[in-house]
């Protein structure tokens, strides 16, 4: 979300909440499975969590939007689990309720509860549905791709609308969860979009875009083609139902989103989900607020919102009832939806113990499950600092990974100043920081954490803790960043950074992340947060991938050459150290140039040692490689796994804004 990577300066607070929150430390928590909804052949029952309500009452509705309830019932107090009840002798599949409590003498709006796992037209009324009719064919045996280890793993974030939306994507239900069930389509050129392309590319998971419902498109307005990412949280247990090819049916946008999972598992690949249970769309219209007044937000001494994700409000993990939440709701995901990892929004927003515990959780059910976030928070949080989910704090986060800026900012330049140039575009004295993200911020002997832009010490104990990227849907997009910063100067030279900025993610330890369309060159016209842009600037242009066919090659024989080998896959910070040496380079008189090995067979190769040089000039570099036979698997733009050629070693020249990459 917006924001990212703001590491804000915090003050030394040793307290975990304010003053205001004390009083809800006594509440009593209930953890029950039966929450809100427990759907029996003869009765339904509904079960509410509001320690303090005056009063409660279930609305029962015909229709998930219209007109008045068919009933109104009044719920009964079980006070020692602070919950409200009521039990309807009949099986309620079909009907639509929602909740209302009695607060300082007032009831309050209606809410479908926190846990309403399904919803009528825009997430309003929860619904009461048969989720055995939501399983696609197949579905008992549908699984995600088994994960071995997290750095063989290579994300691809996409948005639904930026994937299908714009017309030369040849498919035919756009912006939808359908989209990626489609085989076979093709842009006008006749190449591979959708699912297909997804295969042709290579990656192994998807990471989606919140698909949970959010709340600022108009289910009932859908012509309008209203665009938004999604970072505004409603309903977190059901899905969106504009990705549904019927948002008034409950039911209709559980079973196309499971069938979009079952399509991309069938092709090989995983699903991550974008989840956001660090802040809610509306602050006092919150279904938190509803339900339990104050409880699950976090407050500054005044008994205002405090406002960590820069959204409005913050939620409060380190609460019984709100972490359990967040654990029940992530295993909910990967239960009834087969989600194969979870990318945590404002990760820092929530304290390292839940986090702890999400994991272990989510290990339980499936080891494939990935879990990592963005370590930072977009303001302050009365949370403190050494309780949060920090990226400084990810080695006390176990099966938890974090987003590398180190990487980012340093290779493409800040993403604060659209004109700042990085290591890719010649920009000097980022070597270190690069080189940070070259052995995934783990304690390397030959790097010198002190010059670090963002970070100054080795803040992860193992690369399965750093996911490296150098854009996503926030800031300006790679080609955005590139068109920025290097205004002036001929495309071919920005193809050719944009290459040796992607080699530089797809070569480091940790996990590659890309955004969606960089590899056929997208941009979004120089919109840096477009998260209500129309599709005309979100959507992605297929007709781009004939246009930049030597670019989406590159990136294939990027990801084609990870996958072969585990050289760049390492999983322990002892390995790297062993294995990874970086060549001596006076970048004083030779900036924006390193160059290193993986030496020995590392991590069970078949290369004995692999070369890469990478050369951020505008202007050719010349180094020394050993002599000896050499297979060159990079260099200037092209790169082949199998081979492009041999060199002697000696004395090497490597093109302006390129990589060379050599073996034997
Ligand atoms: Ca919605």
Redo the contacts with the bound molecule.
Sequence with gaps: MVGSALLCSVPSLSFAQSAFDEQFVAYPSYNGNDLELLLSENSTTFKLWSPKAEGARLNLYDSGHNGAPYSVVEMTPIPSEGTWTATIPQNLTGKFYTFRILKDGKWLDETPGVWAKAVGL??KRAAVIDFDTTNPEGWADDKGPEVKNFSDVILYEMHHRDFSQHPSSGIANKGKFLALTETGSLSPNGDATGIDHLKELGITHVHILPSY???S?D?GNLQLNQYNWGYDP??YNAP???YSTN?SDPATRVREMKQMIKALHDAGIGVVMDVVYNHTADNDGSNFELTAPGYYHRHWDSGNYSDASGCGNETASERQQMRDFIINSVKYWADEYHIDGFRFDLMAIHDIETMNEVAAELKKINPSIFVYGEGWTAGDSPLAPERRALKENVAKMENIAVFSDDLRDAVKGHYTDVADRGFATGKPGLEETVKIGIVAATPHPQVDYSKGNNSKFPYASSPEMIVNYVSCHDDLCLTDKLRKSMAGEPEENMLAAAKLAQTIVFTSQGTPFMFAGEEIFRDKQGVHNSYKSPDSINAIDWNNKSNYRDLFNYYQGLIALRKAHPAFRMTSAEDIARHLKFDKIDSAKTPNLISYSLKDHANGDDWNEIKVILNGNAGKAEVKVPKGEWKIVAEDGKINPQGLGTSKGGKLSIAPYSALILAR
């Design positions: 825009n997430g419902d959010y709340n498109v289910e409603l309903n969106e139902g504009s948002p």
